[in-house]
């Protein structure tokens, strides 16, 4: 073992604060000496880790190290140092170990370390200073006199250091004459990375007008180019920051480009390098010019470049940005966009080539022209493709509209016939998914013999998207006064053909009746393929189902005594032992047809046998342990609505015992009846939402009934234990009580109470859904929030401000008094980042906003282009708002279906972003509406070997029994093998996970069910 493997053993094995510090004076022996130690560093960063564990939980032994130890490593002259590290890691280190420090001890440390790092003196010193000076971040009086010394006393690099460090520590821009006279100065004589830095803080019109005449100039540019480009390339993006001190200065940003423009003429080749290279430079313009830009660099002979240009391109998502896609490209743009679109990617794999990636990008940027007569055929760009997952990808694309003319691909797929096609992994499953899709969307007769022509991928394994697809091109040809499609599907549900096909005929004819295209005459000719016990259980299941949506007294008493046969056959056959599958399914459905038809309420014998019901004084109650079984809840839901006080105890019985998939189930009932909702039911809604209390659990459905249903009720609960709930059902909570409408007097004071209580909240998370929902209610009130906590002062005053800061991003500018402006150049560097990310989010939302206008107004599949661009924008700046608000819309079953498809994608894309912002908060946070539950386990690999599991699960179990649902989770501090595992719960049905990301080490893993939900046995 070699001298740092044993010292890294050392410090492994170390806990003691005081033995951390012999370590660090070895390692500080060994370099006075000079030993060639390599590695050293490494085993410092170490020891200080070990350190801040050590500390974490007493603070008080934190000083030493922070002031004794790591402050003079970050105050190291470079040629104090035996071998440089570049960069140099301490600062960082400190700055972060002073932020996890409770404030008290972080305030009183970091005085200290700044009196220290203030008594600095010689030039290489100096400037180690001021680098420990910004790491740490926090301008106070003596830093400000310190660096002021500095600037004014050292005309050099080392004055131009001290001054853009006392830039970026905040000024007041009303105040700022100071600061730009000494830049005006030393740009004229120098120019150096700092000074570039400096110029970047105070980015505007008019520090740019002077910055023109100093490095801006034609002589200087070509000199500095030559004799260092680095320091050129460093400089152009200043005019990028001039442009987004204001994005909405339409002036100020045809400045920026005028002056982009006058560079790109200087030296073309280069600017063209630094555009295509930095996703900081013209992305910052919003200018109609931009994109034009991006599509004349394709005309370049460079196609080894076009997968840059194509990236910078899907940046590019300011609004005037975006108008400039309303332009026609010249011929060689065309020809390379066509090349890259129609060439093979030479996939073999899962794993995309770059040719994959341009095509994919090349397709996209000719759908964001908006014109339909540029793009060339799909079968062109599926010729030669021996990929499966490249194929899938065009016709998904493809799917986004009406196409007159199938793809030559898509009848072969939809058979199975996948000619030479790969077979590794999934991709000819993928493919023919896709195909469906296609054919869906078409909406033509071709299409539909092509869907009914299908052969399934797995045994008897027939698709949803295949049965959607049937019903909707079937309905759309009878409107189209082409009624032989609907004729077809009658005739193909009949014994004798094929069962994948008869299946899908049926649930086909099943969907059309629920969308009332097939009327109550012409159902009852399905009911014998419902009693055909040869037929499919799950066909004949769609079809029963289907006839609890005709209109109540549409069904003939023939059809409703045999329905009532149904029901009784498999009460009957359920406790006999069946099967699983033969014991509930069709039952259920018979239930709830015949409640839905007024039947079911007056049949005891049924209420009884079929749901669990017993009779008490004259009221219905559920025998135990039935109330999340089947279609329980759903049917009482049914029967509620028409005998609120009959069915009233057997709703709150399913409210307080069922799981998340029955809450949902019966919610839809319960809003219904609203405010007439029986008071039992609302007591146990109550009770329900106050499960929460024990902290392994969040149910925001419950809380949103609740507010929506009786504002008062829920106002009126204390919630003494928000403290101990999941901290998404404190965010839910803020959710409920925007929801709950205008209040009055006692009411609205409570409410306020609340939000008081939620803004106040430890994660970030909360706070964000409480300051939306203020501001949706009363913006009034959140701005006199924030410009009272912008007023701070005292102990608590940098929180409250860093609160300010957090809370304005939900403010419009009107509201953002001189107080909360001033929050930018605050002292304290967590203040000034807030406002930060507060500016960045105000302005994405806007313009997220912006793109939702266009792409929701979208109706029909021909529009779906002209607002193509705007949908790729918004999958880059979406939140959960915008999740919500597609998710809506896409359910919408009046849209075609190539408007939904298309809007699917941009919610999958957006719900994809938004999850991976919301990770990199502090802590883990799931932001869909579903149920929450903390959990543990064991999640097991294919050979057995097991993984710990502490965690959480969500479940979205859709409103319906029909809905599919949707499920996964994370683990919080456990990484898992990025695969599909066994989930296993006890006194839960085990599950298979699919690992969709993980973390090694410490960091969170999510997955996604892959499977049904792990139900309580």
């Not at 072969?412 to 896709?434: C, F, K, S």
């Not at 946070?925 to 903390?934: C, I, N, P, Q, Y």
Request: overall charge negative.
């Amino acid at each position: 073992m070699n001298a740092i493997e044993n010292l890294q053993e050392r410090i492994a094995r170390e806990p003691s604060p005081s033995g951390i510090h012999k370590l660090l004076e070895e390692i500080r022996t060994i370099e006075k000496i000079g030993l060639p130690v390599e590695g050293l560093d490494g085993c410092r960063l170490e020891a200080f880790s070990a350190a801040r564990r050590a500390t974490l939980d007493a603070p008080k032994y934190a000083r030493p190290f922070v002031l004794e130890e790591l402050l003079p490593l970050c105050m190291r002259a470079d040629s104090e140092w035996a071998h440089p590290p570049r960069p140099n890691p301490y600062p960082t280190l400190l700055r972060e170990w002073l932020a996890e420090l409770p404030r008290s001890d972080h305030v009183a440390i970091r005085a200290e370390a700044l009196a220290i790092v203030a008594k600095a003196r010689g030039d290489s010193h100096v400037k180690s200073a001021c680098r420990t000076i910004a790491a740490i971040g926090f301008r106070s009086a003596l830093v400000d006199e310190w660096l002021w010394n500095v600037i004014y006393t050292q005309d050099d690099e080392t004055g131009d250091l001290a001054l853009a460090i006392r830039i970026g520590l905040g000024v007041d821009p009303t105040k700022c004459i100071r600061y730009v006279s000494q830049l005006f100065l030393r740009t004229r004589e120098r120019w150096n990375h700092s000074l570039i830095s400096a110029v970047q803080h105070l980015a505007g019109r008019e520090v740019f007008k002077r910055i023109k005449t100093t490095w801006f100039r034609h002589e200087r540019l070509k000199a500095e180019r030559a004799n260092n480009p680095m320091l050129v390339n460093a400089t152009i993006p200043i005019i990028a920051a001039v442009a987004d001190s204001d994005p909405s200065d339409t002036a100020l940003q045809n400045v920026a480009w005028k002056e982009l423009l006058w560079l790109h003429d200087q030296e073309e080749g280069v600017f063209h390098n630094q555009a295509l290279i930095s996703t900081n430079l013209l992305q910052r313009v919003d200018h109609a010019d931009i994109v034009g830009f991006f599509l004349q660099a394709l005309a370049q002979n460079e196609p080894h470049r076009h997968f840059l240009t194509y990236l910078r391109s899907e940046e590019c998502v300011r609004p005037h940005q975006l108008s400039g896609w309303q332009i026609k490209p010249s011929e060689k743009v065309l020809r390379a966009l066509y090349e890259d679109a129609c060439s093979p990617t030479e996939m073999e794999g899962s794993f995309a080539t770059v040719e994959f990636d341009s095509k994919r990008d090349a397709w996209s940027t000719l759908l964001s022209l908006g014109d339909p007569e540029l793009l060339p055929p799909w079968d062109r760009a599926i010729e030669g493709e021996r990929s499966g997952y490249s194929v899938a990808e065009i016709l998904e694309l493809a799917a986004c509209f009406r196409n007159a003319v199938l793809p030559r691909v898509v009848p072969e797929l939809l058979a199975t016939r996948y000619g030479n096609l790969l077979t590794e992994g999934n991709q000819r499953e993928i493919a023919h998914i896709a195909s469906v899709h296609v054919a869906h969307s078409a909406l033509s007769d071709d299409a539909f013999q092509a869907l009914l022509a299908f052969q399934p991928f797995r045994e008897n394994r027939v698709l949803v998207s295949i049965v959607d697809g049937l019903a909707d091109s079937a309905a759309a040809l009878f409107r189209r006064g082409k009624s032989h499609a609907i004729e077809e599907l009658w005739r193909r549900i009949l014994p004798g053909g094929s069962e994948h096909v008869r299946s899908a005929c049926a649930g086909a004819i099943a969907r059309l009746i629920r969308l009332g295209v097939i009327d109550s005459g012409a159902a009852h000719a399905a009911f014998e393929q419902v009693e055909d016990p040869q037929f499919d259980i799950y066909a004949r299941l769609e079809l029963l189902e289907a006839f609890g949506h005709l209109p109540r007294g549409s069904l003939s008493e023939d059809i409703l005594v045999r329905t009532r046969g149904i029901a009784i056959e498999r009460i009957q056959r359920g406790f006999e032992g069946t099967k699983p599958e033969d014991k509930h399914p069709l039952r259920d459905a018979a239930l709830a047809v015949l409640a839905r038809h007024g039947t079911l309420a007056r049949d005891n014998e049924l209420l009884e046998r079929g749901l669990g019901f017993r009779r008490d004084d004259g009221e219905w109650k559920l025998a135990s342990a039935v109330a999340d079984r089947g279609m329980v809840p759903h049917v009482a839901g049914i029967l509620l609505v028409d005998f609120p006080e009959r069915f009233a105890l057997v709703a709150s019985q399913i409210v307080r015992d069922a799981g998340t998939r029955g809450l949902y189930h019966l919610a839809p009932f319960l809003r219904s009846i609203g405010d007439h909702l029986p008071t039992v039911i609302l007591e146990a809604i109550v009770d329900r939402a106050h499960v929460m209390d024990r902290g392994r659990i969040a149910e925001p459905e419950v809380l949103m009934l609740l507010a929506r249903i009786s504002p008062e009720r829920f106002l009126q609960e204390p919630w003494d234990s928000l403290d101990e709930w999941l901290p998404q059902a404190r965010g839910a909570l803020a959710d409920a009580l925007a929801a709950a409408g205008p209040l009055k007097d006692e009411l609205a004071d409570r409410r306020g109470h609340l939000f008081t209580r939620l803004i106040g909240d430890g994660l970030f998370g909360v706070r964000r859904s409480a300051y939306r929902a203020i501001a949706d209610i009363n913006p009034h009130l959140l701005a006199n929030l924030c410009a009272t906590w912008a007023n701070a002062e005292g102990h608590d005053a940098a929180e409250l401000k860093r609160r300010a800061a957090e809370g304005a991003a939900w403010l419009d500018e009107k509201y953002l008094v001189s107080a909360v402006r001033s929050l930018s150049w605050d002292p304290e560097l967590t203040v000034r980042e807030a406002w930060a990310r507060s500016v960045d989010d105000r302005r994405e939302r806007t313009w997220a906003g912006h793109c939702l206008e266009r792409v929701v107004a979208i109706k029909k599949p021909e529009d779906v282009h002209t607002a193509w661009a705007f949908g790729r924008a918004l999958e880059k700046l979406g939140d959960d708002r915008v999740v919500d608000l597609l998710e809506q819309r896409a359910k919408d079953v009046t849209l075609p279906p190539s408007v939904r498809h298309w809007l699917g994608r941009i919610l999958k894309k957006v719900r994809r972003r938004w999850d991976d912002v919301t990770k990199k908060w502090p802590e883990p946070w799931f932001t869909r509406r579903a149920g929450l539950e903390a959990v543990s386990g064991v999640a097991r690999g294919q050979e057995g070997s097991g993984h710990r599991f502490e965690g959480c699960l969500w479940v979205a179990p859709g409103e319906s029994p029909t809905e599919r649902a949707s499920w996964g989770g994370w683990t919080p501090s456990k990484s898992l093998p990025l695969e599909e595992l066994i989930l296993e719960i006890p006194g839960r049905s085990s599950a298979k996970i699919l690992v969709l990301r993980t973390s090694y080490g410490e960091g969170p893993t999510f997955f996604v069910g892959n499977g049904d939900y792990p139900e309580a046995k």
